[in-house]
């Protein structure tokens, strides 16, 4: 177990002038806070925050920072308050230990949603001050290395949010070593059994290639001195094994096809001298194609910078390397604790006369978006896809350099130039070509984005992008144009549910209790009622706290044949059959069949319009499905029973046809006659009928309706979908 005198001892060898007597007080503070406090392990709690300062030593923090790591857990798992810290070690330091501690008690159901409020918390505090990642990765990396006392289940499950979420950002932070380990540690849990075998491999290959290694370094070295190159630095590195099984998954490859388990570095002073040596290893040596990335021309946006290529290299081996400077080589290693602009957000010049920005205001930015109004589970998805997923570069037709996620869109694009951008998107230009807003964009893209003032983004959309902005933006204009759908019909349940209790409804007694109902604004609740996600007796006892719920009893309609069920029961009747009912066999208006054959139709129905096939059955019948029937899967496997056949337009039909529709309407009297009212009007035909209460407000009908052809069917459910007692129609295939 680490010491104080050891962790001070280590903090002077980098600051000298450290104030040891603010880290012997914190550490003093702690173990008197955590007391006789054990770990799974056994060992003393106090173990924990002094091996979470040593790893932060290595990164070379500065004491304040260190002192966080010896508090982090006090204000989480012992009595010590933010107001004690504060008084004995300052409102900064105070403030960070707060960042670090998970929000307690929450009054959410899932664990994913616990997780996701803790991150959020977590990040926005990053958003203030970026020390506080640092120190929670380190309190991470600590507890991944000492995993193994921990129950099988808590072990697997600790993993996967490391590896979920953990690693990737540590390595987006520019913390390459660190996001090795924590995915290295994660995977032996995940996967241990192809955690164990590629181990073993690495291992009896370790021996037999030290000095193939060794070769390899002296022969680019001596290679780089031959041409002047004398101060120059080369190092080979064995992978590790998530890395390659990551690379095995993602190739299609065995072990034994890898041909790139060790990675070289050549480190350098100047930047110039980067390209020299890029240079004299391309032309001694063959180049991969596709495998030379430029990092000192277009860094990446967490500061990393260096060369990449592959070489068929000395000896005819395949070779990985990375060539930077000295100083880019520290970044790489710690990323953003390298940085000495990280706590005051001061300014650097960016490459190529870019304008002066904070050095990781983008991650700051970032969070802040990802912070706007999503539930839990949209936010800890929105984070995954915004932070932790490899990038392409594209450019504005102005010039302007646009990060993005490997595998974008032109849609993505538009809304990481601005939120208003991507609303009005109709189009795009990728390399002065015209191309569909699918199209995945590359390296390098000009991408020009063509806008209408009258676009709104269809929820479509939401299946092709992948930047977590996008999806929130389409959502949100999807929630936007589903809540106005709704809100009439939520309003007048509201109104008639209240009134039965002798309430009053309006907007202005729901905006004090939205917190009761978990929503942010007064819209939102009645759009929630008006799509059956929220009761209104919920939204009455928010209001009224003593309001008793009594089961409400309503009279059934006068309309023959209709009535109101309790919950959970149903009805069904079928209304006198007409003597042009679409059911039996006969002469129907349908090419590719032979004379005489014996046609029926699927139970769902088929009407002239819809795009149809007909499955041969073992009497020698045909059934008649449309295309969109779920049961054609059942027939997947004898393709020999798929008849091509189609509606004969040409023919004059004087039968009409069955097609199932489900309705979703207000359950109160008088529904089902203004249903059947608009039916009738349009000349539609009622064969049978079932309905069902599936909520207080609600009630889900089935309707078997005869009609002459698709298109009187489509004027019926557009006329349906007007009425303000219906919530939803949908044609039915089942």
């Known amino acids: 177990m680490m010491r104080q005198y050891e962790l001070v001892e280590r903090v002077q060898k980098y600051k000298p002038d450290a104030d040891i007597a603010l880290l012997n007080k914190a550490y003093v503070y702690a173990m008197q806070k955590h007391g006789r406090q054990k770990r799974a392990s056994g060992d003393p709690y106090i173990s924990h925050p002094l091996e979470v300062a040593a790893i932060l030593t290595d990164l070379h923090m500065d004491e304040s920072t260190i002192a966080v790591a010896l508090l982090h857990d006090t204000i989480e798992d012992t009595s010590a308050t933010r107001a004690e810290i504060d008084a004995f070690f300052g409102d900064e330091i105070g403030a960070l230990v707060e960042g670090l501690t998970k929000i307690k008690r929450l009054d959410l159901v899932s664990r994913k949603a616990q997780q996701a409020e803790n991150l959020r918390k977590l990040l926005l505090s990053v958003a203030d001050d970026v020390r506080v990642l640092l120190v929670k990765l380190a309190d991470r990396l600590h507890n991944m290395r000492t995993l193994y006392y921990m129950r099988p289940d808590k072990r697997r499950r600790i993993s996967e949010e490391t590896m979920e979420i953990y690693a990737p950002l540590a390595g987006r932070m520019g913390m390459q070593d660190m996001r090795e380990e924590l995915e290295d540690l994660s995977f032996q849990y995940i996967n241990p059994d192809a955690y164990q075998t590629i181990k073993g491999k690495l291992e009896d290959l370790s021996g037999q290639n030290q000095a193939l290694v060794k070769s390899i370094e002296d022969e680019l070295k001596a290679l780089l001195q031959e041409h002047g190159l004398q101060d120059v630095k080369v ?90 400077t000295k100083h880019m080589h520290e970044i790489a290693e710690y990323g953003i604790a ?72 032109p849609i993505d694009f538009a809304y990481a130039v601005h939120t208003n951008v991507g609303d009005t998107c109709v189009g795009a230009k990728v390399n002065g070509r015209m191309m569909p807003l699918v199209t995945r964009l590359n390296n390098g893209d000009e991408v020009e984005i063509i806008r209408s003032g009258v676009q709104v983004p269809p929820p479509a959309w939401e299946g092709i992008v992948v930047t977590g902005k996008a999806r929130a933006a389409i959502r949100r204009a999807t929630r936007a144009a589903i809540r106005k759908q709704y809100s009439g019909l939520g309003y007048r349940i509201l109104e008639r549910t209240f009134a039965r209790s002798g ?134 496997d004898e393709p020999d029973r798929w008849i091509d056949i189609r509606w004969d337009i040409d023919s004059t039909n004087d039968k009409r046809f069955r097609a199932r529709v489900g309705i979703s309407v207000l359950n109160e009297p008088g529904t089902l006659a203004r249903i059947t009212e608009t039916i009738a009007t349009l000349g539609v035909n009622i064969r049978a009928i079932q309905m069902k209460v599936v909520a207080e407000d609600f009630a889900e009908v089935t309707m078997d309706m005869e009609v002459w052809d698709l298109r009187q069917l489509t004027q019926t459910l557009n006329q349906l979908k007007a009425l303000d007692c219906v919530a939803t129609v949908n044609r039915l295939f089942e």
């Open 235 to 324: 190092k080979g590195r064995q992978k590790k094994p998530f890395s390659i099984f990551n690379k095995m998954q993602s190739k299609s490859l065995s072990f034994e096809q890898m041909s790139d388990l060790y990675g070289f570095r050549i480190i350098v002073d100047e930047v110039e001298t980067c390209y020299r040596a890029l240079g004299l290893v391309h032309t001694t040596w063959r180049m991969v194609p596709e495998r030379f990335k430029d990092y000192i021309s277009n860094p990446k946006q967490n500061g990393y910078q260096s060369l990449h290529t592959t070489i068929v290299g000395p000896m005819r081996q395949r070779i990985e390397l990375q060539i930077r």
């Open 338 to 409: 390298a940085h000495s602009l990280y706590k005051d957000g001061r300014t650097v010049k960016g490459q190529a006369g870019d304008e002066e920005t904070s050095v990781f205001s983008w991650f700051r930015k970032t969070i802040e978006a990802l912070a706007e109004g999503d539930s839990p589970e949209e936010f800890l998805e929105h984070t995954k896809l915004e932070l932790f997923q490899d990038q392409v570069f594209c450019f504005t037709p102005k010039g302007k350099l646009i990060a993005l996620p490997k595998d974008a869109t």
């Open 503 to 636: 309430k009053t409804f309006s907007r202005e007694v729901l905006s004090t209790v939205l917190h009761r109902l978990g929503q942010s604004d007064v819209e939102d609740v009645i759009a929630a009622v008006g799509r059956n996600e929220m009761s209104s007796s919920d939204v009455l006892r928010a209001v009224f706290p003593d309001h008793k719920d009594e089961r409400v009893t309503i009279k059934p309609s006068s309309e023959e044949g209709w009535v109101n069920l309790p919950k959970g029961e149903g009805m069904a009747f079928k209304l006198p059959e007409t003597t042009d009912g679409g059911d039996a066999a006969g002469s129907f208006p349908l090419r590719g069949l032979n004379a005489g054959a014996t046609v029926r139709f699927a139970p769902s129905g088929a009407v002239p319009g819809d795009r149809i096939v007909g499955i041969a059955g073992d009497d020698g019948g045909i059934t008649v499905y449309p295309i969109q029937s779920p049961d054609l899967q059942h027939f997947d």
